[in-house]
């Protein structure tokens, strides 16, 4: 097995947010300028792009990306991008992993706010990554102002060559207002803003695996942590997308045969302030919202008798006794109204 890490240099954002560029949550690239080497759906595929000795296609070397044919006019070349959500965008990852000699000089970014529809002539732009320098085979984080929400980026290549991957990282855009008094929502679900704040250990899986939509593929799509040879156990702390009292809890080990967690427990608050570290700290000593449950492997387990009623909560920790591995967690609840998301 794989093991699955976060580039160490990553920002904040990067671990903070939701990469709007992913399709598993309906992103797509809609149209390029040029892919006569690479198809632009590769550049936002989830897994880290990989190259493969020896493989060709019949336009040349096969690459795990978007790539452009050498440009021999004027002009450069770009590709639009739906994102998942609309959303506020926080920071982008530009990555050329594995393209050296054809990796873009330089790079920008343009979005546009079109909820009904595709962007066509007449879409305003706005310019939100200002040309940078690119370098081969390397990850590019740059933060975003993130001031508006926002439907479509464009990614521009100047003049051409290939991008491994395309990521935008930033919070979901969600009408709150809208959603019914009654309705039962997933409050820590990745579409609908959900974020993992803080983890102890993700050897395996990230455990941002935990929000993702549907049931997980495989045993690499959940959240694992290595074998602990030690005391305790291990955990997550997840910001809800919006406050709410929850009725309902799902925790998912699809998947995880020989290695799932032999318990878990749940614990909650409502948070103000405070940084992502001080919440670790903080979270030792919240308040049990369910107490510690026998868990069974490649089963959907379900909790509503057994849950604490806490009041409105903005934050968990998700605790797995005492290692292994989870493929999905859902929090059903409904709207603490009057709080802010």
């Known amino acids: 097995m794989a093991v699955v890490t976060l580039d160490p240099n990553a920002p904040e954002y990067v671990r903070r947010y939701v990469n709007l560029a992913d399709p598993r949550l309906g992103a797509q690239a809609l149209y390029a300028t040029d892919e006569f080497f690479a198809a632009k759906e590769r550049m936002l595929n989830p897994e880290p792009a990989v190259f493969i000795v020896g493989k060709y296609d019949e336009n040349g070397k096969w690459m795990d990306g978007w790539e452009t044919r050498r440009k021999r006019t004027t002009g450069y070349d770009w590709c639009i991008v739906k994102l998942a959500r609309a959303g506020v965008l926080h920071g982008v990852d530009l990555d050329t992993s594995h393209f050296t000699g054809n990796f873009p000089p330089a790079a920008s970014l343009d979005a546009c706010y079109c909820p009904s529809g595709a962007p066509d002539e007449r879409t305003e732009w706005h310019e939100i990554l200002p040309s940078v320098s690119l370098q081969g085979n390397s990850h590019h984080y740059h933060a975003l102002a993130g001031e508006r929400a926002y439907t479509h980026v464009r990614v521009n290549l100047y003049p051409d060559g290939g991008l491994a991957r395309l990521r935008l990282y930033g919070l979901p855009q969600c009408d709150w ?150 493929s999905r967690l859902r929090l059903w609840g409904r709207l603490a109204r009057g709080a802010k998301a």
């Open 177 to 326: 207002a809208a959603r019914g008094a009654d309705e039962l929502i997933d409050l820590i679900a990745m579409e609908n803003g959900g974020t993992v704040v803080g983890v102890n250990n993700q050897h395996f899986g990230l455990a941002s695996n935990l929000l993702m939509p549907g049931r997980g593929v495989n045993m690499g799509d959940g959240w694992e942590t290595r074998r602990r040879r030690e005391p305790g156990n291990d955990w997550c702390i997840i910001a809800l997308a919006h406050p709410g009292e929850i009725e309902k809890i799902e925790v998912d080990t699809a998947h995880f045969k020989g290695n799932y967690p032999d318990r878990c427990s749940v614990q909650a608050a409502y948070v103000t302030g405070g940084t992502a570290e001080s919440l670790v700290t903080q979270s030792m000593f919240w308040p049990v919202l369910l107490p510690e449950q026998k868990l069974a492997m490649d089963k959907q387990h379900g909790f509503a008798e057994q849950i604490a009623r806490l009041g409105p909560i903005t934050h968990i920790r998700f605790n797995i006794v005492p290692d292994g591995g989870v």
